[in-house]
T-cell receptor
């Protein structure tokens, strides 16, 4: 079974600064997908970024980028130029390809606060 | 385009009562699933379906039933509500191919007293 670990329960960052959220996972699979989801106070689950394990290039979406270290089983999210709207809970998630596509394994989440 | 629609958004139940959380998607997705979110626990998979007529258990299935009679609908039934089922429930759907974007509903807040 796969496990996803987010060891930092809370983080805080000053507006316009950069922050990195950590995530590690454990799997025996060689091919898989990793995700970061954002959950603002509205509780809506919003996909931030996705990484395919067979791609060595780190995924980037505007101010969001990942540092994917496959050998270390690490998948951190970097938020550049933090904005007040980035205040939310962030979840790291793992998906094994094949079988039930919707089967995500989530970490426990990290609460990010952006200070004005 | 409505996406994934969950009803009701809020519900209070008494212990022992039964109810159904409704989930519908209009994207013709093959896969649908239900998660629950508890404080400090992240989201955990309850049940999932890979297509109409096919369902399977996830990580925390006890106390819940599901069915998938159509591609669009995937209701979650609480058979005899317990306080431990107080949670926020999310329905999700996606296309079959691995790694496709998973779309979540807005969540249903359930309190069992």
């Amino acid at each position: 079974a796969q496990t996803v670990t987010q060891s930092q329960p809370e983080m805080s960052v000053q507006e316009a600064e950069t922050v990195t959220l950590s995530c590690t996972y454990d799997t025996s699979e060689n091919n898989y997908y990793l995700f970061w989801y954002k959950q603002p106070p509205s509780r809506q689950m919003i996909l931030v970024i996705r990484q395919e394990a067979y791609k060595q290039q780190n995924a980037t979406e505007n101010r969001f980028s990942v540092n994917f270290q496959k050998a270390a089983k690490s998948f951190s999210l970097k938020i550049s130029d933090s904005q007040l709207g980035d205040t939310a809970m962030y979840f790291c998630a793992f998906m094994k390809p094949g079988g039930a596509n919707s089967k995500l394994t989530f970490g426990k989440g990290i609460t990010l606060s952006v200070r004005p | 385009n409505a996406g994934v629609t969950q009803t009701p958004k809020f519900q209070v139940l008494k212990t022992g009562q039964s109810m159904t959380l409704q989930c519908a998607q209009d994207m013709n997705h093959e896969y649908m699933s239900w998660y629950r979110q508890d404080p400090g626990m992240g989201l955990r998979l309850i049940h999932y379906s890979v297509g109409a007529g096919i369902t399977d258990q996830g990580e925390v299935p006890n106390g819940y039933n599901v069915s998938r009679s159509t591609t669009e609908d995937f209701p979650l039934r609480l058979l005899s509500a317990a306080p431990s089922q107080t949670s926020v429930y999310f329905c999700a759907s996606s296309y079959r191919s691995a790694g496709n974007t998973i779309y979540f509903g807005e969540g249903s807040w359930l309190t069992v007293v």
